[in-house]
């Protein structure tokens, strides 16, 4: 079983930044960082395999950059010129070894304009 938890989300003004945390307690594979706004679906923010190649969405590049450190099993999100758009709560999401898939319970940003 693994667990994860977020944190770092908090009130921020458009073009301020933040850096969101997740932490995973157990043994886990790819990890990455979704979002949901409000009433919209859920979507891929970036992803870090165990080696650290690094995925992201169109809407983040350039502004977001995800890293992880291994040896504390933690994995971040540093935001950078935030927009009103990117609010919402940020969900880690991690992979075990088995692929069996994994949420924590989410952090939220507001962004203002």
């Known amino acids: 079983q693994v667990q994860l938890v977020e944190s770092g989300g908090g009130l921020v003004q458009a073009g301020g930044s933040l850096r969101l945390s997740c932490a995973a307690f157990?043994?886990?594979?790819?990890m990455g960082w979704y979002r949901q706004a409000p009433g919209k679906q859920r979507e891929l923010v970036a992803t870090?395999?165990?080696?650290?190649?690094?995925d992201y969405a169109d809407s983040v590049k350039g502004r977001f950059t995800i890293s992880r450190d291994n040896a504390k099993n933690t994995m971040y999100l540093q935001t950078n010129s935030l927009k009103p758009e990117d609010t919402g709560v940020y969900y880690c999401?991690?992979?075990?070894?088995?692929?069996?898939?994994?949420w924590g319970k989410g952090t939220l940003v507001t962004v203002s304009s």
């Open positions: 999401r991690a992979w075990a070894w088995d692929n069996t898939v994994y």
């Open positions: 157990g043994r886990i594979n790819t």
């Open positions: 870090i395999t165990i080696v650290g190649s690094t």
